[in-house]
Each structure stands twice: as structure tokens, then as C-alpha cells.
């Protein structure tokens, strides 16, 4: 049963400015599936779904998709969420100056400051490299 999702405005201080964001924080229930559909059901560029952690390395656990497909790690979602939890939800009950993040790519530590927060990213990985063949010019 979904309990509530938070429309979250990223990169700005005014509503309904900057990057849209839904965050789900009780994702206990939801499998992939269910996640997706509503992540296309909402429409924005990224919705989020918070979990409880399961280590002590990280705080929580986030999975971010698109209306489309799930993707392993986006930024204004990760700030977004890092919001969301700190500033909005009940979730965090042992604040502290920063959050650890658990994502597909790995755990990402946020920091706060004030009403900013900021993240370090891991370094990126990159997989494979293309190369595109110049064609003839059309006469």
C-alpha cells in the first residue's frame, strides 16, 4: 500500500520551478514493476522510492526511474531525495550532518549545509567506447 509520494522542486526556492521530482518514502511494498508504473503514471523526468537500509554502511536505499526504465544513479534525484528525507519525511530519525545513499552505482554521501546539500559522486566508470564513421557528403 503506498503511503504517500512528496512532489519535490529541485535547484530552486520557488514551487513549481526547477527540476520535478516524485519521492515515494515508503517503498517497503512496491516491487520493480509497481515502481515503474508509477514512475510513467507520474511523468516526470525521475521518480524516486526510499528504503530502509541494510547495512550499516548507508542510510537508506534509493531506486530512481524514469517513466521508462530504472537507471542506476541520476544527481537532482539523489539531492532531491536527500531533501526529501532530511527536511520533509519522518524517516531520518538520527539526524546527523550528512546521509549515506545507497544506489545501483554505489553509496553516495550527502552533505548538509544549511538548506543546501551537497553530494559526491563516484568517479564515473565507463564501459565502452563508440566510434562514429565520417560518411560521404551528399551531392
Known amino acids: 500500500m503506498i503511503k504517500e509520494c ?4 529541485v535547484f530552486t526556492n520557488s514551487p513549481y ?3 520535478q521530482l516524485a519521492v ?6 512496491l516491487n520493480s514493476e509497481q515502481m515503474q508504473r508509477l514512475a510513467n503514471e507520474i511523468n516526470y523526468s525521475e521518480t524516486t522510492f526510499i528504503f530502509n ?3 550499516q554502511n548507508t542510510d537508506f536505499e534509493i531506486r530512481i526511474f524514469t517513466p521508462k526504465m ?3 544513479f ?3 534525484p539523489t539531492l532531491g531525495t536527500a531533501f526529501a528525507i532530511a527536511k520533509i519525511t519522518d524517516l531520518w530519525l538520527n539526524k546527523k550532518g550528512f546521509l549515506r545513499l545507497k544506489t545501483k552505482v554505489g553509496v553516495i554521501p550527502v552533505d548538509f549545509k544549511d538548506d543546501v546539500v551537497w553530494m559526491k559522486q563516484n ?4 564501459l565502452k ?5 565520417k560518411r560521404s557528403p551528399i551531392l
Open 6 to 9: 512528496i512532489f519535490v522542486d
Open 17 to 19: 520551478a526547477g527540476n
Open 24 to 29: 515515494f518514502p515508503h517503498a517497503e511494498n
Open 53 to 55: 537500509a541494510n547495512d
Open 70 to 72: 530504472q537507471v542506476p
Open 74 to 76: 541520476a544527481g537532482h
Open 123 to 126: 568517479k564515473p566508470e565507463f
Open 129 to 133: 567506447q563508440y566510434t562514429i564513421k
